[in-house]
T-cell receptor, first 110, second 114 residues
Framework: SQQGEEDPQALSIQEGENATMNCSYK?????LQWYRQNSGRGLVHLIL?????REKHSGRLRVTLDTSKKSSSLLITASRAADTASYFC??????????FGKGTMLLVSP | DADVTQTPRNRITKTGKRIMLECSQT?????MYWYRQDPGLGLRLIYY???????NKGEISDGYSVSRQAQAKFSLSLESAIPNQTALYFC?????????????FGPGTRLTVL
């Protein structure tokens, strides 16, 4: 069963706007990761945040983690058409496996 | 050259046929994974392996088997394919001590079972 659930399922914005996606999960985690998937292609790792971290940045990406609420958010600032993709959160419970959510489809229009 | 490769990239087969999907990696990673992706369902783990001779079932292993022939190769077999195994299949690799577990994905195999 999926551990993470992304919200919204789909998001449509204009270039230059910010995109925020949320992920909720059910059990305790060691870390949470975000991946991007361009249509029909393999997933690409974006960022990892450990359970003892609250916020992390990577370029235009900002990830927050609230373990008390069992939730995370991914913010993409100044979105570009090339950011159009599906975004997945994945949780790691301390073992060598990840549990993926169902994803958020982001459409960035020029 | 891609670090994680999958063959074939596309396959159409008939119900009851035996199918093998292959994954090779040049990253030197010890951990390898097989997932399937269905529209709207995200990725679900089928099998994973931490080393040669180490095989572990994932969430949805029924109807599938795997073989870890070498550190660099991990094959997924469908012994008797059925239509609900139509999906996009991904291989992934990982390395590193716990809890660091970033995974690197192959390009996927699109399988259609008629």
């Amino acid at each position: 069963s999926q551990q993470g659930e992304e919200d919204p399922q789909a998001l449509s914005i204009q270039e230059g706007e910010n995109a925020t996606m949320n992920c909720s999960y059910k059990t305790s985690i060691n870390n949470l990761q975000w991946y991007r998937q361009n249509s029909g292609r393999g997933l690409v790792h974006l960022i990892l945040i450990r359970s003892n971290e609250r916020e992390k940045h990577s370029g235009r990406l900002r990830v927050t983690l609230d373990t008390s609420k069992k939730s995370s958010s991914l913010l993409i600032t100044a979105s570009r058409a090339a950011d159009t993709a599906s975004y997945f959160c994945a949780t790691n419970g301390g073992y060598s496996t990840l549990t993926f959510g169902k994803g958020t489809m982001l459409l960035v229009s020029p | 050259d891609a670090d994680v490769t999958q063959t074939p990239r596309n396959r159409i087969t008939k119900t009851g046929k035996r199918i093998m999907l292959e994954c090779s990696q040049t990253k030197g990673h010890d951990r390898m994974y097989w997932y399937r992706q269905d529209p709207g369902l995200g990725l679900r783990l089928i099998y994973y392996s931490f080393d040669v001779k180490d095989i572990n079932k994932g969430e949805i292993s029924d109807g599938y088997s795997v073989s870890r022939q070498a550190q660099a190769k991990f094959s997924l077999s469908l012994e008797s394919a059925i239509p609900n195994q139509t999906a996009l299949y991904f291989c992934a690799t990982a390395w590193g001590a716990e809890p660091y577990n970033e995974q690197f994905f192959g390009p996927g195999t699109r399988l259609t079972v008629l």
